[in-house]
């Protein structure tokens, strides 16, 4: 009697013998196909398949039954700032650079004021045509305000 078993326990779990049974069957002069369980067998394929099988008819013929309908999960708030921007596949962003990633360098600056390149209007040395709105006052520049203003407070 053959105790099918090995050390490696690959015969016990597939019913199969591994390559160490084998080697032992062939050593002993017996069939290693001797060692193999029975539902590998053909005969074991041919008695499962022994019955006439029947063709299916189509899904549009299928019992629906309410109780087995799937219902779709339930949505979950995640928690957190939701995401804004689509992920991106890994070589997405390396392909379209130019696209998406517009860097500053080697443009020109144009100022507001006076439409010159290479400065902006905060720099800009020629006088504000007033369309650009002035620095605020504070009340530090006490001299350019009515001290009768800052003592009587809102009205």
Known sequence: MILKQCSCRVWQLFGIPCPHAIRAFV??????????????????????????????????????????????????????????????????????QSEWSMSRKGRVMNCNNCGEPNHNSRWCKK????????????????????EDILLSGPE
């Open 27 to 96: 050593y002993k002069g017996l069939d290693p196909l001797e060692g193999m369980h029975w539902w590998y067998r053909k005969e074991a394929t041919l008695k499962t398949y022994s019955h006439k099988i029947l063709p299916v008819r189509g899904e549009k013929f299928w019992k629906a039954i309410p109780a087995n309908a799937m219902e779709p999960p339930q949505i979950v708030k995640l928690t957190g700032r939701p995401k804004v921007k689509r992920t991106r596949q890994k070589d997405e962003a390396i392909k379209r």
């Open 127 to 146: 006088p504000s045509n007033g369309t650009l709105p002035q620095k605020r006052k504070t009340t530090e520049n006490y001299e350019d305000i009515d």
